[in-house]
């Protein structure tokens, strides 16, 4: 069996590469997948501490948490997707910081 500390090392790998994503990049469709890369690390999370809950009632809060994250997920990225898609067509562009400097 995996330790947990390993899989906790794991998810924070992944949450740090979507903060530095999310920060670094001016491209808004790599910020949407760093932003699911997060949201993927946190769903690995849940589901370590549903695995090694020793009580077997609690067990499912876990997979409970991912099917509402992975609910959320997909919501927020049919919206990002067809935000992209109207910004890309209307400025042929996705660099934020000339889609900021157009609503000045």
Do not use: C
């Not at 330790?3 to 949407?32: D, E, Y």
């Amino acid at each position: 069996m995996i330790p947990l500390s390993w899989i906790f090392f794991l998810s924070l790998s992944l949450f740090t590469i979507g903060i530095f994503g999310v920060l670094a990049r001016r491209n808004l469709l790599f910020i949407l997948i760093s932003l699911e890369l997060m949201l993927n690390a946190v769903v690995l999370l849940f589901i370590a501490g549903s695995r090694y809950h020793p009580t077997s009632i609690a067990n499912s809060d876990g997979q409970i948490m991912y099917i509402l994250i992975l609910t959320l997920a997909a919501s927020e990225i049919a919206i990002g997707l067809s935000l992209v898609i109207h910004m890309y067509r209307q400025h042929h562009h996705l660099d934020i910081d000339k889609l900021n400097q157009l609503r000045d």
